[in-house]
């Protein structure tokens, strides 16, 4: 009578552990589709999955570089529209600022023409680099995305192991 009693507790326990077990087995099943689409996704990185954080980081000096590059070409302008302004004040007034004599054939004049090129030159320069920076900016959030997926992948891996030996000390369990 007691042998079947426990026999029973036992039965009842196995019963418990079979359910927790199948919990277990779909929880797996969970983190192994979790873990193709992240493989699916890491397909498309620019890179080997073992490079992406070099790349990122990568990206991200291109991107600090092309962002230093604006604001030089920024400062560049600046001052080119300053000669340009500086210039057309002088013709306007008739003398130069250095010598004080009339502005014909002053430097400063003569150059006006090619200091408003400039001016057209550096603002079509920074139209550029300001498409480059946006593009660059787009490959460096991709880029992070890349590394977080990757770093998702791995911690799921690992995760998936854990629970794989977990259900198979379980399942020696319920044999036992």
Same mark, same amino acid.
């Given at each position: 009578?007691?042998?079947?009693?426990?026999?029973?507790?036992?039965?009842?326990?196995?019963?418990?552990? !079979?359910?927790? #077990?199948?919990?277990?087995?779909? *929880?797996? =099943?969970?983190? &192994?589709?979790?873990?193709?689409?992240? !493989? %699916?996704?890491? %397909?498309?990185?620019?890179?080997?999955?073992? +490079? $992406?954080?070099?790349?990122?980081?990568?990206?991200?000096?291109?991107?600090?570089?092309?962002?230093? *590059?604006?604001?030089? $070409?920024?400062?560049?302008?600046?001052?080119? *529209?300053?000669?340009?302004?500086?210039?057309?004040?002088?013709?306007?007034? @008739?003398?130069?600022?250095?010598?004080?004599?009339?502005?014909? @054939?002053?430097?400063?004049?003569?150059?006006?023409?090619?200091?408003?090129?400039?001016?057209?030159?550096?603002?079509?320069?920074?139209?550029?680099?300001? @498409?480059?920076? !946006?593009? #660059? =900016?787009? &490959?460096?959030?991709?880029?992070?995305?890349?590394?977080?997926?990757?770093?998702? $992948?791995?911690?799921?891996?690992?995760?998936? !192991? &854990?629970?794989?030996?977990?259900? &198979?000390? +379980?399942?020696?369990?319920?044999?036992?």
């Amino acid at each position: 009578s007691e042998a079947r009693t426990e026999a029973e507790e036992l039965t009842a326990e196995a019963e418990d552990a !079979e359910e927790t #077990l199948e919990a277990k087995r779909e *929880r797996l =099943e969970e983190i &192994d589709d979790r873990i193709e689409t992240l !493989e %699916e996704t890491l %397909e498309d990185a620019p890179v080997e999955s073992d +490079r $992406l954080e070099t790349h990122r980081a990568s990206v991200r000096a291109e991107l600090d570089d092309a962002n230093e *590059r604006l604001a030089e $070409l920024r400062t560049e302008l600046k001052n080119a *529209r300053e000669s340009v302004t500086e210039a057309e004040r002088l013709l306007e007034a @008739g003398k130069c600022p250095e010598c004080e004599q009339p502005t014909e @054939g002053s430097p400063h004049v003569e150059t006006l023409e090619d200091d408003r090129d400039r001016v057209s030159e550096l603002e079509a320069e920074i139209e550029t680099q300001q @498409g480059k920076i !946006e593009e #660059l =900016e787009t &490959d460096h959030e991709q880029a992070v995305e890349f590394v977080e997926t990757a770093t998702e $992948l791995s911690r799921l891996t690992e995760n998936r !192991e &854990d629970v794989r030996s977990l259900i &198979d000390q +379980r399942t020696e369990a319920i044999e036992d």
